[in-house]
């Protein structure tokens, strides 16, 4: 008989091992591990890594097969994987209502529970009286189970199982933004419960859903089926927030040691290596000790100090944990198989040894790896004055199953049993290996025609989207259907996907659905969207956007594809040329580099076989051979209740009747509920009368179709079908065009006239008279106000009796006015007629959502609270906006434009995360307001016109606006004026000023800008007059539409000497008003805080106290303390008054570092900040400064010129406030020089 060869010997070793600590305590009948003698219940999580061991030790056995026992001893180790891995899929099943209600909730009351009874699988604590909602446990599972289904285990059985495991990668895709109890389970440090977002639940989440994507669960036995699908936008959400948040763990944790598994083994969710590195080392430097490490800072977890009998700490108690936290050897498993997995044979030997050198022997010397080691009860004044000197006990659970699978794991690695790709079949350790260069191809197509042969007169050759046919082109919010199917089960009662916008990567792949090929358009293409749709450089601009965003995010094979139709929107003024930025792009494009992308155009049919192709097999036929449950017939019957745009979708087809199979009715039928009813009679179209008689022979229903064709609203439709439809049977009502009759003489009159609200007997307004008045309304502008007040009065739905009985609505009215202005692009009415409609900004909720997972709270509205209101946790949209109304005091186009504002502060944090570093809170009304400055300084003109010009700003010169603000580039505006409706109205740009020359203080204050103005801007608003005291509310709601978002104090400083030949007046105070209103702060600010506190009682602000006990609850690298300081500094609504308080605070920082015992109790700030304008006051006044110049800003009693004086130098602020400081503290300071503590 053979010998055992001595590598047999040793894997029988270990065998034994992983016997007597792990699967002697398996449960026979549900195959799940109790955590310990004591705690009976299963984990998910401990269980995941509990069994990994085993799995490794399976894969070892069937790889050194000395003979056949070893080979069923392989087999017998991987079925007890199975049946663990088994288990807790049962336990997780019993509870699929709540992974259904999760979905849409994102609550803590619907999550699946964290623990399970070993020998039921059933729940063993009510959904409230635990930590539940853990993301990185069920996400571990599920990368677990995509590794173990890799590597050859069958664990999932049946379609069914299939359907949940989907349903439970939409239960985590949402993790980037999910507030979670997080790995310890107790949330925020201070253990009360209060969930935070954690970046080892983000960061495992990513990693299972990159693992399972594309991953058939019946390994090489499944078919089309059993794939299971992953949107790649919701992994590329959890990569960039990941990313935002490391080192830092969460906002009350500033380092903890369990994002080892997400930086490693087993997540490798970190692509950037030297963010893996820096991690690393904050892990090993703050948190490693003789033992292990520990997990936190100020853990308080069986420490000798913690009080046994209740699970919360009062923050104070904190600081009581400092440096006697629990290590625990744990960790030192991960560091072990890190270093295997580089390569680091040094970092493997380190930590084995001094693994090896705290294990502790059980019976037959058995190595167990004890839970942690703690200070003894008599040495922790000791250990707490002298860290890391005192000899520690261990506690807890011997052997922590979980560090005792680990060890093994590593141990088996270490000694050659396994090779790395083993146990990572899916190959997540390259996750840092630098990727090659993407190529985005991009498809331009032409809506028409005629946008074809307008195209090809500038030399560029494009296809129509009838041209591409057989490839189908259709809106991205389909694409957001289809994937709402999938995951469905009835038998479960599980829905699929939640209906959410498709991101740029999902619709830049190509899709075969039921042997047809798909291409989407990008979602900002979408024009049911909001009015920045109509701004072609603001199209342009979230081209650039999503070009970038893909260059460096798409992780696919294959290249990714956008398909970029040219609509009539894009067409310039007269309609018979496409737009110069459009055209400029489109050259851009073809030249192959745009937006710091490569670009490869090229027809659709060329890109098939180098694009990234998804076959979507749920849409598949399912058994009956229908593709939907109810078969969805569109008989005659059905017509009644369909949407214009499905009519289309159906004539689209209906000419090639093998075509129109059941994906085409599905289509439609999506399309039916995706389109908003349209009340816009459309403009005349050529040519479409052909299709109206097919269309009318499809239906023999005259009347419905005519019916139809009036609401159609062909703008958007016209780009997903192959030619215009039908000519409206209808013609508009003339309500808006301005009568002919009225000389120039005339109108300008009227336009100075002086509007006076008719009035009925009663007393009353007068509606009808009102209606009247619209009539003969010269200017769009009237016509808007005069809606305006009878939307208020009667409200959107009152039928106005315009040429007509009953009249079009006031909101179709509304609607069409929208229309018109649109066309004549005056932005300042579409924002507010916007408002009046109250459209949808399709993307808000998205937008604050992407702030708020980059750990940024928003403030709406002006401050001080509570007219500025916070939003610190994703909200759903009609709250958000409800939110955004009351904080503009109904002022409607300051509402509209926070919610732009919203959406580009959301794009610029995708792409250019850099610009809001050490920003914890964007306060979105001073940002308004700082722009309305702005442009009041550069045009040199009022309050009043400085707030019209920025409403008339169009969307791509806002964000750019913006841009420079955020940045603290240089900009220039220029002032152009155009006649439109008959109007002369001024447009305004923003364009980039070179910075030639500049010093670099000059560069970053935004310095005075060059402007030209070629005509006064023409006051468009007429005052109401001749009213009664009881239009008071109507009025004031009237005018809340305009009124001025600059209180007078703040801007006459500005206005004041704009004369003055020195471009560098009023270059500080801007300065300061920039970064006050973005709560900007010098580095490293926050942390000199923490230390100021520990030597006083506390900063007052205000009359708002910062008190010195904060800092024994926090950390000095804490966000939490970070957003903490700003509330306190938030409260001050001047920004420039703020940012002097900020540099007050720092000369007190910079007397810390001398040694400085004690500050005395509570220090005045605002006290210190006026002791130092009173020295600059008496030393100007000394010097011969007059009055003027010393003028005093009303609201602080600050000098204006303290706030325009440069921090450092003879006469700079520095100087003021260290000569304030020390006269003030020197009071404080104790007279003999002795120390008090």
């Given at each position: 008989?053979?010998?055992?060869?001595?590598?047999?010997?040793?894997?029988?070793?270990?065998?034994?091992?992983?016997?007597?600590?792990?699967?002697?305590?398996?449960?026979?009948?549900?195959?799940?591990?109790?955590?310990?003698?004591?705690?009976?219940?299963?984990?998910?999580?401990?269980?995941?890594?509990?069994?990994?061991?085993?799995?490794?030790?399976?894969?070892?056995?069937?790889?050194?097969?000395?003979?056949?026992?070893?080979?069923?001893?392989?087999?017998?180790?991987?079925?007890?994987v199975?049946?663990?891995?088994?288990?807790?899929?049962?336990?997780?099943?019993?509870?699929?209502?709540?992974?259904?209600?999760?979905?849409?909730?994102?609550?803590?009351?619907?999550?699946?529970?964290?623990?399970?009874?070993?020998?039921?699988?059933?729940?063993?604590?009510?959904?409230?009286?635990?930590?539940?909602?853990?993301?990185?446990?069920?996400?571990?599972?599920?990368?677990?189970?995509?590794?173990?289904?890799?590597?050859?285990?069958?664990?999932?059985?049946?379609?069914?199982?299939?359907?949940?495991?989907?349903?439970?990668?939409?239960?985590?895709?949402?993790?980037?933004?999910?507030?979670?109890?997080?790995?310890?389970?107790?949330?925020?440090?201070?253990?009360?419960?209060?969930?935070?977002?954690n970046?080892?639940?983000?960061?495992?989440?990513?990693?299972?859903?990159?693992?399972?994507?594309?991953?058939?669960?019946?390994?090489?036995?499944?078919?089309?089926?059993?794939?299971?699908?992953?949107?790649?936008?919701?992994?590329?959400?959890?990569?960039?927030?990941?990313?935002s948040?490391?080192?830092?763990?969460?906002?009350?944790?500033?380092?903890?040691?369990?994002?080892?598994?997400?930086?490693?083994?087993?997540?490798?969710?970190?692509?950037?290596?030297?963010?893996?590195?820096?991690?690393?080392?904050e892990?090993?430097?703050?948190?490693?000790?003789?033992?292990?490490?520990?997990?936190?800072?100020?853990?308080?977890?069986?420490?000798?100090?913690?009080?046994?009998?209740?699970s919360?700490?009062?923050?104070?108690?904190?600081?009581?944990?400092e440096?006697?936290?629990?290590?625990?050897?744990?960790?030192?498993?991960?560091?072990?198989?890190?270093?295997?997995?580089?390569?680091?044979?040094?970092?493997?030997?380190?930590?084995?040894?001094?693994?090896?050198?705290?294990?502790?022997?059980?019976?037959?010397?058995?190595?167990?790896?004890?839970?942690?080691?703690?200070?003894?009860?008599?040495?922790?004044?000791?250990?707490?004055?002298?860290?890391?000197?005192?000899?520690?006990?261990?506690?807890?659970?011997?052997?922590?199953?979980?560090?005792?699978?680990?060890?093994?794991?590593?141990?088996?690695?270490?000694?050659?049993?396994?090779?790395?790709?083993?146990?990572?079949?899916?190959?997540?350790?390259?996750?840092?290996?630098?990727?090659?260069?993407?190529?985005?191809?991009?498809?331009?197509?032409?809506?028409?025609?005629?946008?074809?042969?307008?195209?090809k007169?500038e030399?560029?050759?494009?296809?129509?989207?009838?041209?591409?046919?057989?490839?189908?082109?259709?809106?991205a919010?389909?694409l957001?259907?289809?994937?709402?199917?999938?995951?469905?089960?009835?038998?479960?009662?599980?829905?699929?996907?939640?209906?959410?916008?498709?991101?740029?990567?999902?619709?830049?792949?190509?899709y075969?659905?039921?042997?047809?090929?798909?291409?989407?358009?990008?979602?900002?293409?979408?024009?049911?969207?909001?009015?920045?749709?109509?701004?072609?450089?603001?199209?342009?601009?979230?081209?650039?956007?999503?070009?970038?965003?893909?260059?460096?995010?798409?992780?696919?094979?294959?290249?990714?594809?956008?398909?970029?139709?040219?609509?009539?929107?894009?067409?310039?003024?007269?309609?018979?040329?496409?737009?110069?930025?459009?055209?400029?792009?489109?050259?851009?494009?073809?030249?192959?580099y745009?937006?710091?992308?490569?670009?490869?155009?090229?027809?659709?049919?060329?890109?098939?076989?180098?694009?990234?192709?998804?076959?979507?097999?749920?849409?598949?036929?399912g058994?009956?051979?229908?593709?939907?449950?109810?078969?969805?017939?569109?008989?005659?019957?059905?017509?009644?209740?369909?949407?214009?745009?499905?009519?289309?979708?159906?004539?689209?087809?209906?000419?090639?009747?093998?075509?129109?199979?059941?994906?085409?009715?599905?289509?439609?039928?999506?399309?039916q509920?995706?389109v908003?009813?349209?009340?816009?009679?459309?403009?005349?179209?050529?040519?479409?009368?052909?299709?109206?008689?097919?269309?009318?022979?499809?239906?023999?229903d005259?009347?419905?179709?005519?019916?139809?064709?009036?609401?159609?609203?062909?703008?958007?439709?016209?780009?997903?079908?192959?030619?215009?439809?039908?000519?409206?049977?209808?013609?508009?009502?003339?309500?808006?065009?301005?009568?002919?009759?009225?000389?120039?003489?005339?109108?300008?009159?009227?336009?100075?006239?002086?509007?006076?609200?008719?009035?009925?007997?009663?007393?009353?307004?007068?509606?009808?008279?009102?209606?009247?008045?619209?009539?003969?309304?010269?200017?769009?502008?009237?016509?808007?106000?005069?809606?305006?007040?009878l939307?208020?009065?009667?409200?959107?739905?009152?039928?106005?009796?315009?040429?007509?009985?009953?009249?079009?609505?006031?909101?179709?009215?509304?609607?069409?006015?929208?229309?018109?202005?649109?066309?004549?692009?005056?932005?300042?009415?579409?924002?507010y007629?916007?408002?009046?409609?109250?459209?949808?900004?399709?993307?808000?909720?998205?937008?604050?959502?992407a702030?708020?997972?980059?750990?940024k709270?928003?403030?709406?509205?002006?401050?001080?609270?509570?007219?500025?209101?916070?939003?610190s946790?994703?909200?759903?949209?009609?709250?958000?906006?409800?939110?955004?109304?009351?904080?503009?005091?109904?002022?409607?186009?300051v509402?509209?434009?926070?919610?732009?504002?919203?959406?580009?502060?959301?794009?610029?944090?995708?792409?250019?995360?850099?610009?809001?570093?050490?920003?914890?809170?964007?306060?979105?009304?001073?940002?308004?307001?700082?722009?309305?400055?702005?442009?009041?300084?550069?045009?040199?003109?009022?309050?009043?016109?400085?707030?019209?010009?920025?409403?008339?700003?169009?969307?791509?010169?806002?964000?750019?606006?913006?841009?420079?603000?955020?940045?603290?580039?240089?900009?220039?505006?220029?002032?152009?004026?155009?006649?439109?409706?008959?109007?002369?109205?001024?447009?305004?740009?923003?364009?980039?000023?070179?910075?030639?020359?500049?010093?670099?203080?000059?560069?970053?204050?935004?310095?005075?800008?060059?402007?030209?103005?070629?005509?006064?801007?023409?006051?468009?608003?007429q005052?109401?007059?001749?009213?009664?005291?009881?239009?008071?509310?109507?009025?004031?709601?009237?005018?809340?539409?305009?009124?001025?978002?600059?209180?007078?104090?703040?801007?006459?400083?500005?206005?004041?000497?704009?004369?003055?030949?020195?471009?560098?007046?009023?270059?500080?105070?801007?300065?300061?008003?920039?970064?006050?209103?973005?709560?900007?702060?010098?580095?490293?600010?926050?942390?000199?805080?923490?230390?100021?506190?520990?030597?006083?009682?506390?900063?007052?602000?205000?009359?708002?106290?910062?008190?010195?006990?904060?800092?024994?609850?926090?950390?000095?690298?804490?966000?939490?303390?970070?957003?903490?300081?700003?509330?306190?500094?938030?409260?001050?609504?001047?920004?420039?008054?703020?940012?002097?308080?900020?540099?007050?605070?720092?000369?007190?920082?910079?007397?810390?570092?001398?040694?400085?015992?004690?500050?005395?109790?509570?220090?005045?700030?605002?006290?210190?900040?006026?002791?130092?304008?009173?020295?600059?006051?008496?030393?100007?006044?000394?010097?011969?400064?007059?009055?003027?110049?010393?003028?005093?800003?009303p609201?602080?009693?600050?000098?204006?010129?303290?706030?325009?004086?440069?921090?450092?130098?003879?006469?700079?602020?520095?100087?003021?406030?260290?000569?304030?400081?020390?006269?003030?503290?020197?009071?404080?300071?104790?007279?003999?020089?002795?120390?008090?503590?």
């Open positions: 008989m053979r010998g055992r060869s001595n590598s047999g010997v040793r894997l029988d070793g270990y065998g034994r091992l992983v016997q007597q600590t792990i699967l002697r305590h398996q449960d026979a009948v549900t195959g799940l591990l109790p955590a310990s003698a004591d705690h009976r219940d299963a984990w998910v999580r401990d269980n995941v890594y509990s069994i990994l061991a085993v799995w490794g030790l399976g894969l070892a056995y069937r790889k050194n097969a000395d003979r056949d026992e070893d080979k069923a001893k392989a087999y017998e180790l991987e079925q007890s199975v049946k663990l891995m088994r288990g807790l899929l049962q336990c997780m099943m019993r509870q699929v209502d709540k992974v259904e209600a999760f979905k849409y909730s994102q609550s803590t009351r619907d999550c699946l529970h964290a623990k399970y009874n070993t020998h039921t699988c059933a729940t063993v604590v009510g959904d409230h009286e635990w930590g539940h909602l853990q993301l990185d446990a069920t996400s571990l599972y599920l990368l677990m189970l995509a590794q173990m289904t890799a590597s050859g285990l069958h664990i999932i059985h049946s379609l069914d199982e299939v359907n949940f495991i989907q349903n439970l990668v939409f239960y985590i895709e949402a993790a980037y933004k999910t507030a979670d109890f997080g790995i310890w389970e107790r949330g925020d440090k201070t253990n009360r419960g209060i969930t935070e977002l970046a080892s639940s983000v960061g495992m989440a990513k990693a299972a859903l990159e693992a399972l994507d594309e991953l058939d669960l019946f390994g090489a036995k499944g078919g089309p089926q059993s794939v299971i699908r992953v949107l790649s936008d919701e992994v590329q959400h959890c990569q960039s927030i990941l990313h948040m490391l080192p830092r763990a969460s906002s009350s944790k500033e380092v903890d040691a369990s994002v080892l598994s997400v930086i490693s083994y087993p997540a490798f969710a970190v692509e950037d290596s030297e963010l893996v590195e820096i991690t690393k080392q892990i090993i430097t703050k948190l490693q000790g003789r033992y292990g490490c520990c997990r936190f800072l100020r853990d308080g977890y069986r420490t000798p100090r913690e009080d046994p009998n209740r919360y700490y009062e923050p104070a108690e904190l600081k009581l944990f440096n006697i936290e629990c290590e625990w050897p744990l960790f030192w498993t991960y560091l072990i198989i890190d270093g295997i997995f580089n390569g680091n044979m040094e970092q493997v030997q380190e930590y084995r040894e001094a693994l090896e050198g705290i294990l502790i022997k059980g019976k037959n010397g058995v190595r167990l790896v004890p839970e942690l080691y703690s200070v003894p009860p008599d040495k922790v004044d000791e250990e707490y004055n002298n860290p890391h000197t005192v000899d520690r006990i261990p506690m807890g659970k011997l052997p922590l199953m979980w560090g005792q699978s680990l060890y093994i794991l590593g141990c088996l690695m270490a000694e050659g049993f396994l090779a790395p790709g083993e146990i990572d079949p899916l190959n997540r350790r390259f996750a840092t290996v630098p990727k090659p260069d993407v190529v985005v191809q991009v498809c331009i197509l032409a809506e028409t025609e005629g946008i074809k042969a307008i195209l007169k030399g560029i050759h494009v296809e129509t989207v009838a041209d591409v046919y057989p490839i189908r082109v259709q809106p919010r389909i957001s259907h289809i994937y709402a199917r999938l995951g469905r089960n009835k038998q479960m009662s599980l829905t699929g996907r939640p209906y959410r916008h498709m991101g740029v990567i999902g619709t830049s792949k190509l075969n659905i039921r042997k047809n090929i798909f291409a989407f358009t990008p979602q900002f293409i979408d024009q049911q969207q909001f009015y920045l749709a109509l701004d072609s450089k603001m199209i342009v601009e979230m081209l650039r956007t999503d070009l970038s965003y893909l260059c460096s995010r798409w992780r696919m094979t294959g290249r990714p594809t956008i398909t970029f139709p040219v609509s009539q929107t894009m067409l310039d003024d007269t309609g018979s040329s496409i737009h110069p930025t459009v055209l400029a792009t489109l050259r851009k494009l073809q030249d192959g745009f937006g710091g992308a490569r670009i490869q155009t090229g027809k659709l049919s060329e890109f098939l076989t180098t694009s990234c192709r998804t076959h979507l097999s749920f849409m598949d036929p058994p009956e051979g229908k593709v939907f449950a109810n078969g969805y017939k569109l008989g005659l019957d059905s017509f009644e209740e369909l949407d214009p745009e499905e009519w289309l979708h159906g004539l689209q087809f209906a000419e090639d009747a093998d075509t129109y199979d059941e994906v085409a009715q599905y289509l439609d039928h999506l399309l509920r995706t908003p009813q349209s009340n816009l009679p459309p403009t005349a179209q050529q040519g479409g009368l052909k299709r109206f008689r097919a269309a009318v022979h499809t239906t023999r005259l009347m419905s179709l005519a019916s139809k064709a009036k609401d159609l609203q062909v703008q958007n439709v016209g780009m997903y079908v192959p030619s215009k439809i039908f000519q409206a049977s209808q013609q508009s009502v003339k309500l808006l065009s301005s009568p002919h009759q009225h000389d120039q003489e005339v109108k300008s009159h009227a336009l100075h006239a002086e509007m006076n609200l008719p009035r009925d007997e009663a007393g009353n307004v007068d509606c009808k008279a009102l209606v009247d008045q619209l009539r003969i309304c010269p200017t769009l502008q009237e016509q808007a106000d005069i809606l305006y007040m939307h208020i009065l009667k409200g959107p739905e009152w039928h106005t009796g315009l040429e007509s009985e009953p009249g079009p609505t006031v909101k179709e009215l509304l609607t069409e006015l929208y229309v018109r202005v649109g066309a004549t692009r005056q932005w300042a009415l579409i924002r007629i916007s408002g009046i409609l109250k459209k949808k900004v399709e993307a808000l909720d998205e937008a604050c959502t702030l708020l997972s980059h750990q709270h928003l403030t709406v509205g002006l401050p001080p609270e509570p007219r500025e209101k916070t939003i946790a994703p909200i759903p949209y009609e709250e958000l906006v409800r939110l955004i109304d009351e904080a503009s005091e109904k002022n409607l186009s509402s509209i434009l926070t919610q732009e504002i919203m959406v580009y502060l959301a794009m610029y944090i995708r792409t250019q995360p850099a610009l809001f570093t050490d920003m914890f809170r964007i306060r979105i009304g001073l940002i308004i307001q700082v722009m309305a400055t702005e442009l009041a300084h550069s045009l040199h003109c009022s309050a009043g016109e400085a707030t019209e010009n920025l409403m008339n700003l169009s969307p791509s010169n806002v964000k750019n606006l913006l841009y420079h603000i955020l940045s603290g580039k240089e900009f220039g505006v220029e002032k152009s004026v155009r006649s439109v409706d008959s109007l002369v109205t001024t447009a305004i740009s923003i364009y980039d000023v070179e910075a030639a020359g500049a010093t670099k203080t000059e560069r970053a204050g935004i310095v005075r800008l060059k402007s030209e103005i070629k005509q006064q801007l023409d006051k468009r608003r005052s109401l007059t001749g009213s009664k005291p009881g239009d008071g509310d109507l009025l004031a709601s009237l005018s809340a539409g305009q009124s001025e978002l600059l209180d007078k104090g703040s801007f006459s400083s500005l206005v004041k000497d704009q004369s003055s030949k020195d471009s560098r007046q009023g270059q500080w105070k801007r300065r300061r008003r920039l970064d006050g209103a973005l709560n900007r702060v010098p580095l490293g600010f926050y942390q000199k805080v923490w230390k100021v506190l520990q030597k006083c009682h506390g900063l007052s602000v205000e009359g708002f106290v910062l008190p010195s006990s904060t800092t024994r609850e926090m950390t000095p690298g804490e966000m939490k303390f970070a957003v903490h300081v700003e509330s306190v500094l938030n409260r001050v609504p001047q920004p420039e008054y703020r940012q002097l308080l900020v540099e007050t605070i720092l000369v007190l920082t910079m007397l810390v570092d001398v040694e400085v015992h004690t500050m005395g109790g509570i220090i005045p700030v605002e006290k210190i900040l006026h002791a130092a304008n009173d020295l600059f006051y008496e030393e100007q006044k000394a010097l011969g400064a007059d009055d003027q110049m010393l003028e005093k800003d609201s602080t009693g600050i000098c204006d010129l303290l706030y325009d004086s440069a921090p450092s130098g003879r006469f700079g602020t520095m100087t003021y406030l260290s000569k304030s400081v020390a006269l003030h503290l020197y009071d404080l300071l104790p007279g003999d020089g002795c120390a008090m503590q």
